[in-house]
């Protein structure tokens, strides 16, 4: 062949071989850190290794079994839902994490050891194809069709686990909601104190540990020391003065929340798909106009303020929703779209950029829409005092 000017196809082989396998290299962490970056929250299934690993990185190793101070600090001991497992993964894990935390803030934990958790699987399946081409050599055997299949399968699969990433990065409402609420305290006048309750739901989309602001913390220049609460105890979540301890609350259903609170924040989360034609649902706009008049709800009663119950708030939507469309048929285009843009700016942050994709892709397409419906599934809810 080499008399001919030719050349032997394995060296060109062997090379493109080498080019993919730099390639992967580089393309699984960078997703691993992708979907980080989507999706930073946790269910149920993983928090309870999470919240180990905290456990273990803030209050260290409970090797004298009478530091019933310690013990009872940890989230297995303190939390009743908690299921009993091992905490060898936890152990490493937080070893592995821990030089890393030195060099970073403590609001970074969650990503870093998560990050972690996920390279370390990279580095992994790398040792597991260095063993098998160690084993076998990279043309043991003839499997240009196989090759060829597998490129296919990998490419669906890397488009399926696209979809289910943007899906999962809707899904963490209990996440979500704590950032925003934490959002909403760095902004406002607060006490010394706030206690935070979080209903069942919140604790199991998302809601963690190294979520937490540590207490005390600074709000607004200030110091304040916060307390977060999960109880889930039937009967002690229907007496009244369990409640009067609370400055706000993240629940599912505001209802279940005996005194007076408001909603101060609605975060949606995903529900299945939807498939909507011309003229069908809200746009982005209209369902921000329907929050916002029940996020600032109040009644009157007997000549005081109160906060509003389910249906007030129900009939304050549906009444919003109405009168929208009887303003918007006397508005000008311009007046129309200055109140749009008003309404995004003041409440961007409850909607993020799925509902401008949506509408984006809604307005490209006539108005037709396959996609994740999105409906309410938290309230950040705030104690009226007074």
Not at 179 to 197: D, G
Not at 292 to 311: C, F, I
Request: proline share 6%.
């Amino acid at each position: 062949m080499q008399s001919l000017g030719l050349s032997s196809p394995f060296p060109q082989t062997h090379n493109a071989n080498m080019i993919l396998d730099a390639i992967f290299t580089v393309l699984l962490p960078t997703l691993i850190l992708l979907h980080l970056f989507l999706a930073p929250y946790t269910k149920v299934e993983e928090s309870f290794n999470i919240q180990a690993t905290h456990d273990i990185l803030t209050h260290g190793l409970p090797l004298n079994p009478l530091n019933t101070t310690l013990l009872n600090a940890y989230d297995h001991i303190s939390f009743p839902g908690a299921v009993p497992r091992t905490f060898i993964g936890a152990l490493l894990l937080a070893a592995v994490s821990k030089p890393i935390l030195l060099l970073t803030s403590p609001g970074k934990a969650q990503y870093i050891v998560r990050a972690v958790l996920g390279l370390w699987n990279a580095r992994c399946l790398f040792s597991f194809r260095d063993t098998l081409v160690a084993a076998f050599g990279e043309g043991n055997l003839k499997y240009t069709v196989g090759a060829a299949l597998l490129v296919v399968s990998s490419l669906g699969s890397l488009a399926a686990s696209t979809g289910m990433l943007l899906i999962s990065s809707l899904n963490y409402p209990g996440g979500q909601a704590l950032s925003t609420l934490h959002e909403i305290l760095a902004r406002t006048p607060q006490p010394s104190e706030l206690n935070i309750h979080m209903d069942v739901l919140s604790c199991m989309t998302g809601v963690t540990h190294f979520l937490e602001l540590p207490s005390p913390t600074l709000l607004n220049n200030h110091p304040t020391k916060i307390h977060y609460d999960k109880t889930e105890n039937s009967t002690t979540l229907v007496t009244p003065s369990f409640w009067y301890q609370f400055d706000y609350a993240i629940m599912q259903d505001p209802a279940l929340a005996i005194g007076k609170w408001e909603v101060i924040d609605t975060i949606y989360a995903y529900a299945g798909i939807e498939f909507l034609r011309p003229g069908d649902g809200t746009s982005f706009t209209e369902h921000l106009e329907r929050i916002y008049a029940a996020n600032n709800l109040t009644v009157l009663h007997q000549g005081k303020r109160e906060a509003p119950t389910s249906d007030d708030v129900k009939s304050a939507v549906e009444d919003a929703y109405v009168e929208l469309g009887k303003e918007e048929g006397h508005m000008t285009d311009n007046e129309m779209e200055e109140r749009r843009l008003r309404i995004r700016a003041e409440e961007m942050n409850q909607f993020g950029a799925f509902n401008l994709v949506r509408d984006g892709v809604r307005g490209v397409t006539r108005g037709w829409w396959v996609g994740p419906r999105m409906v309410p599934s938290l309230r950040i809810l705030r104690q009226v005092r007074g």
